[in-house]
């Protein structure tokens, strides 16, 4: 089975900030992928980041970085230089990669406020 | 490019009324797979499509949830008869098979009163 802990139901940062979304993970999977998603007000899912498990390097995309430990089974979202436009919620998620199991799993979210 | 559409994007209607909800998952997609998401129980798996076959619906409530996807293009989501309980926002989502990234339509907002 596979399990999705994200512990901060909330979080403030000031704008221009760097902030760091916590995210563990469990999972009997040898090969599994990891996602966050960010939801805002208006709420429809938007994909942000993908790990491999697999991979060798830290995912980035643009002012977004995914901290994989894998080794501690987590998977920290790191937002450098936040906008007023960053405030949503934000899921953690993961799905194994080599089975028929396909759907994510996905924890139960953060909300991010950021403050000007 | 297109992203996943659903339909609708809202509706309420009364309890014990037929819903169907309706996702066209991005051209290509082989994988089609439906959540939903409350407050209390945050975003649950319904069902999991892989070229159109039902591979996992362990997630869906009880009887009276049903989905099908008759072609690659489409999918709907029924729920008859329709309870308070199934007010939540149902989403749907498509992928490639061997694809690394789920994308999600807006969701359609259901309110049962």
């Known amino acids: 089975a596979q399990k999705i802990t994200q512990t901060q139901p909330g979080m403030f940062v000031q704008e221009k900030e760097a902030v760091t979304l916590d995210c563990t993970y469990d999972?009997?999977?040898?090969?599994?992928?990891l996602f966050w998603y960010k939801q805002p007000s208006s709420g429809e899912m938007i994909f942000l980041i993908y790990q491999g498990s697999y991979d060798q390097q830290n995912a980035t995309e643009g002012r977004y970085s995914l901290n994989f430990q894998k080794a501690r089974k987590s998977a920290n979202l790191v937002i450098s230089a936040s906008q007023l436009g960053d405030s949503a919620m934000y899921f953690c998620?993961?799905?194994?990669?080599?089975?028929?199991?396909?759907?994510?799993?996905f924890g139960s979210g953060t909300r991010l406020q950021v403050q000007p | 490019d297109a992203g996943v559409i659903q339909s609708p994007r809202h509706e309420v209607t009364e309890m014990g009324q037929e819903v169907t909800l309706r996702c066209k998952p991005i051209s290509g997609h082989n994988s089609l797979f439906w959540y939903r998401q409350t407050m209390m129980r945050g975003l649950e798996l319904l069902i999991y499509?892989?070229?159109?076959?039902?591979?996992?619906d362990s997630g869906m409530p009880e009887d009276r949830f049903s989905a099908k996807m008759p072609n690659a293009s489409f999918s709907t989501l029924k729920i008859q008869p329709s309870e308070p309980r199934d007010s939540a926002v149902y989403f749907c989502?498509?992928?490639?098979?061997?694809?690394?990234?789920?994308?999600f339509g807006e969701g359609s907002w259901l309110t049962v009163v």
């Open positions: 999972t009997s999977d040898p090969s599994y992928g």
């Open positions: 989502a498509s992928s490639l098979s061997a694809g690394n990234t789920i994308y």
């Open positions: 499509f892989n070229n159109n076959v039902p591979i996992d």
């Open positions: 998620a993961m799905r194994a990669l080599d089975t028929g199991r396909r759907a994510l799993t």
